[in-house]
């Protein structure tokens, strides 16, 4: 359908790039737009990702006012089930496009988070957010984008992920008999500082992996490696 089709040309923040023309279909003219969505994200001309961030805070704020109405008639367990349909759903949906952001758009979706785990536990807001968020056991925002992003690398590396995210990682092998050669590495790719390669999944998750221990990596199955994991994550805390 005409109504879906969307045209976007992503380029960098720091150059101005030349405006593209409409692209013609059959009879039908697609004019170039700053936003488009594919997939539920949405994604701008710059890879900001400020209109998906806003949109995902928009309706996670909508929902925690909704359930926020009825909170005195729902017990802990119900809010908090309530929450993860609702308002966790949304920010850990595609999160792992979110690695690398800058701070500022991170926090916007940690306050989204710590206003839910406020409003299950019922506490104010002048009370310190990480124990509240320990004694739900939950993972901060960032945390969550690093788990999520793990979880897929070690899905890679066992032949449980999709094959054209296997052939963007790959096993370091060091030169000569190392220390290095037991400790299960990736290879870093070298990008720019600046350049989009730095929030890439290849990049990203040898970044990540490397900074594990081993015993985590050595999980047998991907259930005890998502324990490990988020044992090891709340330790950095």
Known sequence: MTTKTELIHISSKFRTAAPI??????????????????????????LDMNQHINNICRSASSALHKIGKIRRCLDQ?????????????????????????????????????????????????SEHITPILRDLHWLSVKQRINFKILLLTFKCIHGLAPVYLQNLIRDYTPRCCLRSSSKSLLVTPPVCTKSYGSRS?????????????????????????????????????
């Open 21 to 46: 023309p409409s692209l013609k279909i059959g009879t039908t003219h697609v004019e170039p737009v700053n936003n488009a969505r594919n997939l539920g994200v949405i994604f701008d001309k710059n």
């Open 77 to 125: 367990q119900t809010a908090e089930t309530l929450v993860h349909a609702f308002v966790s759903s949304r920010v850990d949906n595609c999160n792992s496009l979110l690695y690398g952001l800058p701070d500022q758009q991170v926090n916007k979706l940690q306050r989204i988070q710590n206003s839910a785990a406020r409003l299950i536990t019922r506490t104010k807001r």
């Open 201 to 237: 999944f290849q990049f990203s998750s040898a970044v990540l992996w490397n900074d594990l221990s081993i015993k985590v990596k050595e999980a047998q199955s991907v259930t005890s490696f998502k324990s490990l994991l988020k044992t090891h994550l709340f330790s950095c805390l």
